[in-house]
Structure formats: structure tokens, C-alpha cells
Nanobody, 116 residues
Framework: HVQLVESGGGSVQAGGSLRLSCAAS????????MAWFRQAPGKEREGVAR????????YYADSVKGRFTISQDNAKNTVYLQMNSLKSEDTALYYC??????????WGQGTQVTVS
């Protein structure tokens, strides 16, 4: 039973920082692809960053490149999203997801990030 549990969201002023965590369980953590997505009110969900948990290779959306960093702690089966220089347009519900069989099959419940 795959579970993804996000934490670390909150309210912050523009220019501030937050670190999101996604604790994964119920499967073999290595050799997977994990990602952070976000969805703002009235907007489509967008991919923010992803990481290949085996190789550590990362990918970022242009809108967050240079400000956000995705990382992992294999010992804790946890993926992180460090968000710096936050902007009001980063306000959204942030989700952690795990890729399987060519699609993003498993999702966490989401954690709210509000930048004012």
C-alpha cells in the first residue's frame, strides 16, 4: 500500500523560504521517479520538479529554476522541495507524486503554500 505524506507548507512573505517534505512508504524507494506538482485556484496542475531516486537526476520547471531544489534522503524514504525567493505566484496546493507504469499513479494529500 503506497503512501505519500506531505508536510512543511505554510504562509510566508514574498522572498521567504519553505521546505516541503514527502515521506514515502509501501514500496521499494530506490529506482523510482518522484515529483512535486502544484495547483493554484483556477489553474491547471503543473509539474514543479522531479527526481530519479536511483540516479539523483533532477528536472525543474522554468518558473522555479534557480529558486527551488528537489532532493532526497534515501535512508528516510523522503523527498524534499526547498523553496527560496518565494513569490506570490508560487501560492498553491503542493502535491508529491510517484511515477509508475508511465504515469503519475500515486499522490499525496497536498500541503498548502501561501506567499503574501
Amino acid at each position: 500500500h503506497v503512501q505519500l505524506v506531505e508536510s512543511g507548507g505554510g504562509s510566508v512573505q514574498a522572498g521567504g523560504s519553505l521546505r516541503l517534505s514527502c515521506a514515502a512508504s509501501g514500496y521499494t524507494y530506490n529506482r523510482n521517479c518522484m515529483a512535486w506538482f502544484r495547483q493554484a485556484p483556477g489553474k491547471e496542475r503543473e509539474g514543479v520538479a522531479r527526481i530519479a531516486t536511483g540516479s539523483g537526476n533532477t528536472y525543474y520547471a522554468d518558473s522555479v529554476k534557480g529558486r527551488f531544489t528537489i532532493s532526497q534522503d534515501n535512508a528516510k524514504n523522503t523527498v524534499y522541495l526547498q523553496m527560496n525567493s518565494l513569490k506570490s505566484e508560487d501560492t498553491a496546493l503542493y502535491y508529491c507524486a510517484k511515477r509508475e507504469l508511465g504515469g503519475w499513479k500515486y499522490w499525496g494529500q497536498g500541503t498548502q503554500v501561501t506567499v503574501s
